[in-house]
């Protein structure tokens, strides 16, 4: 690396670490015109292209670094983010995989006990941000808790709760139906699903959610009512009940048993 890569470099990193990503982006395009093979410069401009909403962008960044270095983990999981916000979510399930598993074998993978922790941080710093209005910063900071434990099934609701609301039903679908699966005795999972599937016209679907939620609690009211609602609603298929809020029903200590971490992360690996 020249002297003046290394300037390039110290300048890029200085502003990245700051966020001021717009000169941190000026700084480190100028070494990927010059030497495009720093494996943490394409993933710092990942993450500034994924923080500005430019996801084919951030997606081809993160895929160069992992060309380069095919064993950075930060930029494998920022990929699998990245795909998911794409509605890839086969793919961001197979980066995941292969990084988990990359994890798995490295001497300084993080304790299980350890990464439950950090995503239950993340998922405190969603609730703030949910309760301030910011739904697509909420839902991110969901997400990187679940790049850490992908089996906290109250933290797919949360975050399926929010996808509701930025009207992505495709994706809330997707993290409910994962939920039921990793937790199939979950009851709120079920009755958020159904909501999600009667939506969309899926009446048989989602009573059967809604029964399943009654067969394992015989007392749920919610369940018991949109059962009652939507049999007794001669146009059930385009009658909606509003899915009770996720923070009501739900508790991170819900899920107490950990597992991996990855936000578009903030890197410091080559």
Not at 124 to 141: I, M, N, T
Not at 178 to 185: C, G, H, S, W
Request: a negative charge; aromatic letters at 8%; proline letters at 6%.
């Amino acid at each position: 690396m020249d002297d003046r890569t290394k300037q390039l470099l110290a300048l890029g990193r200085e502003h990245y670490e700051k966020r001021e990503f717009e000169r941190a982006e000026h700084y480190l395009s100028q070494i990927r015109e010059r030497a495009g093979d720093y494996a943490d410069v394409h993933n710092m401009l990942g993450v500034i292209h994924h923080d500005r909403g430019r996801f084919e962008e951030a997606q081809a960044a993160f895929e160069e670094a992992l060309r380069i270095n095919p064993n950075y983990t930060e930029a494998a999981l920022s990929l699998a983010v990245t795909y998911n916000d794409l509605g890839r979510y086969d793919e961001a399930k197979r980066i995941y995989r292969a990084a988990l598993a990359r994890g798995e074998e490295s001497p300084g993978h993080l304790d299980p006990f350890v990464k439950g922790k950090i995503a239950n941080l993340h998922g405190e710093v969603a609730r703030a941000y949910a309760e301030a209005g910011l739904f697509a910063e909420s839902a991110h900071e969901y997400r990187k808790a679940l790049l850490l434990c992908p089996e906290f099934a109250d933290l797919r609701v949360r975050l399926a709760s929010l996808y509701r609301q930025l009207g992505d039903t495709d994706a809330a679908r997707f993290e409910l139906e994962e939920a039921v699966k990793l937790r199939p005795q979950y009851v709120p999972a079920r009755i958020a699903l159904g909501v999600v599937l009667l939506s969309i016209g899926n009446e048989k679907g989602a009573l059967a959610q809604w029964e399943a939620a009654v067969g394992v609690d015989p007392d749920n009211k919610t369940a018991h009512m949109y059962l009652r609602m939507t049999r007794n609603s001669p146009t059930a298929g385009s009658m909606v009940p509003p899915a009770p809020p996720a923070d009501a029903t739900l508790s991170l200590e819900d899920d107490a048993t950990p597992a991996v971490d990855a936000p578009p992360a903030d890197p410091t690996a080559t």
